[in-house]
C-alpha cells in the first residue's frame, strides 16, 4: 500500500480510502440505500482492507441513516485498531449544497447537534 | 465555521474537510474561518470521475493552490465506469440515489463509458483499472500542473493523443493531451 501526506495535515493517509456507505442496515425502511450490507458482511471486507494497509475509512451520518457509523465504530474496536494511525473521516450535513446558501444549511446548532451524534454513534456503539 | 471549530477544540474531531461544494463557497468559508482564527478546511471531498470532470475548472486548481488535501466520492461514478453500458447489478436494480446523481446527463455519459470500455477491451484491462490509469495521470493527481498546460492542450487538442482515433471522444483526449504535455513538460 502506498501512503500519501493529507493536504498540509502531516497525516499519513493510504492512497485507497474504505467508502463505509456499503455498509449499513439493508433496507428501505433503514434509508436511501436499501442495498446496504450489515456488519457480517462488513466484517471480512474490512478485514481485507486493514490486512492491504489500508487506514483510511469514509462514512457519514446520512448513510443508512447513521448505521454506516456504528458499523465503521464496531469495526475499528472489533479489530482492537489504534486510534493513532487509522483516519476515519465523516459528515455532518444531510444534503447537497447545489443551490442554497451556506448561511441557512450551517447554521451552528444544527451542526454542533449532529456532530454530537455522529460522534456518539461511532464511539459507543 | 465556528461550530465546527467548536468541534474541533472539543477534541471530538482532529481536522476539518468539506464535500461536494462550490469553489466560491469553500474560498468564502475558508475566509471566515481565518479572519476569526477558526479551524479551516483541510481537504475537499468532490465527486471526481471520468463522467463528472467539472472539478477541474476550478475548485481543484483552488484545492491545490490551497494545499489541501482531494478525496474523490465515487471515484467510478457509483459503478458506471466499472462495467459495460446498461450493465444491470444487484445493487442498482434497487439503487434510487444513482439514477438522480446521474440519470440526467445518460446520453452524454454512454459516449465516454463506452469508450472507455473499448479503451479497456483493447489493453486487455478492467474498465475499472483502466479508469484509474487515466485518472491516476490526469494533471490534477500529485505534481506536475500548471495553468499553462491547459492553455498548451486546449491549442493542440486532437492534433496529439495516445489513443487509437475509434476510441476518440473528446473528454478522454482532453485528459491524454493535457497529460501528454504535462508529461513533457
Not at chain 1, 434509508?31 to 462514512?59: C, E, H, M, Q, S
Request: net charge positive.
Amino acid at each position: 500500500m502506498q501512503y500519501i501526506k493529507f493536504g498540509n495535515t502531516g497525516m499519513d493517509v493510504s492512497r485507497i480510502c474504505l467508502g463505509m456507505m456499503s455498509f449499513g442496515k439493508p433496507g428501505k425502511e433503514n434509508g436511501v440505500f436499501p442495498w446496504a450490507r450489515d456488519y457480517d458482511d462488513a466484517k471480512p471486507l474490512f478485514k481485507k482492507a486493514i490486512d492491504l494497509g489500508i487506514n483510511y475509512f469514509d462514512t457519514a451520518n446520512v448513510y443508512q441513516m447513521g448505521s454506516s457509523e456504528e458499523i465503521t465504530g464496531r469495526l475499528v474496536r472489533d479489530f482492537g485498531l489504534d486510534r493513532d494511525e487509522i483516519v476515519v473521516a465523516t459528515k455532518v450535513n444531510c444534503a447537497s449544497t447545489w443551490t442554497t446558501s451556506i448561511s441557512t444549511r450551517y447554521t451552528a446548532s444544527t451542526q454542533t447537534r449532529r456532530w454530537r451524534r455522529s460522534w456518539r454513534r461511532s464511539t459507543t456503539s | 465555521m465556528e461550530a465546527l471549530h467548536d468541534v474541533v477544540k472539543s477534541g471530538k474531531a482532529r481536522y476539518i474537510g468539506a464535500s461536494t461544494i462550490f469553489a466560491w463557497q469553500l474560498e468564502r468559508m475558508q475566509q471566515i474561518a481565518e479572519r476569526n482564527g477558526w479551524t479551516k478546511f483541510v481537504s475537499l471531498q468532490p465527486q471526481y470521475n471520468l463522467i463528472y470532470r467539472e472539478e477541474e475548472r476550478e475548485i481543484l486548481p483552488l484545492c491545490r493552490d490551497r494545499k489541501m488535501a482531494v478525496v474523490p466520492w465515487s471515484p467510478l461514478a457509483g459503478g458506471r465506469c466499472a462495467h459495460p453500458w446498461g450493465t444491470k447489478t444487484a445493487r442498482n436494480a434497487i439503487d434510487e440515489v444513482s439514477p438522480m446523481v446521474w440519470g440526467v446527463t445518460d446520453a452524454l455519459d454512454k459516449v465516454v463509458v463506452d469508450n472507455l470500455e473499448k479503451i479497456a477491451a483493447a489493453h486487455g484491462r478492467t474498465m475499472a483499472r483502466s479508469h484509474r490509469r487515466l485518472d491516476s495521470r490526469s494533471p490534477h493527481r500529485r505534481g506536475g500542473f500548471r495553468a499553462r498546460h491547459h492553455a498548451i492542450a486546449r491549442r493542440n487538442r486532437c492534433a496529439r493523443s495516445s489513443l487509437r482515433p475509434a476510441h476518440q471522444d473528446r473528454r478522454v483526449l482532453i485528459l491524454a493531451n493535457v497529460r501528454s504535455q504535462v508529461r513533457r513538460c
